[in-house]
């Protein structure tokens, strides 16, 4: 689908706490925006196909241990060695849905006792999303689901943390969708914002840099 010449792909970022159903509706936002002809891709963070995705994925799986300093700037960069491509990719006009993004970052690591303005600092200069979809579940909801896999983080204290950091973090290009709705609402709620977005990316939006 062509647009103006300063037509782009839009940045769509899903977040939420763990279990919320953001890997599910992400999957099903790429395929639906797809099915109506808009190029896309389903990015996740952490992306583990990297050397720094494989030192965060050995840490979250308890097999490494590391500072948490340390360890909040290993997925700060493991962003940054996307940067280019993301703008390179928006530039050219494919949308992409991500599956975390500093959002992420700010919110666990901060939820550790880390001082708010020092994570984010990090992330200043990555590309800002055109709309974060925050997928809002109460965590002893998110806990029900399933159980958690284990991983680090994965703990029901820590996840009522995190979603007070959220919280903080919400301004106003965040929309809430309320994540205890059944699958097909979400979908559907998912569908509008993100289309709409897309559509006000292919009419020039300009790309932006956070914090903003
Ligand atoms: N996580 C994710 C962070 O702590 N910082 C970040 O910057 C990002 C992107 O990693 N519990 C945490 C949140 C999750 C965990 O994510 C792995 P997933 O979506 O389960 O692969």
């Known amino acids: 689908r062509g647009g103006k010449e300063d037509s782009r792909g ?17 999957t099903r936002l790429v395929k639906h925006l797809e099915s109506l002809g808009y190029s ?6 952490p992306d583990r196909s990297t050397s720094v995705g494989q030192m965060i994925s050995s840490y979250l799986s308890n097999k490494s241990q590391l500072d948490d300093h340390t360890i909040h700037l290993l997925f700060s960069a493991n962003r940054w060695e996307k940067r280019s491509l993301m703008e390179s ?17 700010v919110a666990f ?17 990555l590309l800002a999303p055109d709309v ?21 983080y994965e ?4 996840q009522k943390k995190v979603g007070q ?8 290009n965040w929309k809430i969708i309320d994540a205890c709705s059944t699958m097909e ?21 300009p790309l932006s840099c956070l914090w903003s």
């Not at 703990?155 to 820590?158: G, I, N, P, T």
């Open 10 to 26: 839009a940045l769509v970022v899903l977040e939420g706490l763990d279990r919320c159903g953001k890997t599910t509706q992400s």
């Open 165 to 172: 950091r959220y919280q903080d973090l919400c301004s106003a």
């Open 40 to 45: 896309t891709e389903l990015w996740r963070y």
């Open 185 to 205: 609402d979400v979908e559907k709620q998912l569908q509008e914002i993100a289309l709409d977005c897309v559509k006000t990316c292919q009419e020039g939006k």
């Open 132 to 152: 974060v979809v925050y997928l809002d579940i109460p965590p002893e909801k998110a806990a029900e689901r399933g159980g958690y896999g284990g991983e680090r």
């Open 89 to 105: 990719k928006l530039k050219s006009g494919t949308t992409l849905v991500v599956d975390r993004y500093s959002y992420s970052g």
């Open 155 to 158: 703990q029901l204290e820590f």
């Open 109 to 125: 690591s901060s939820a550790k006792g880390l001082d708010i303005e020092w994570c984010k600092a990090p992330e200043i200069g």
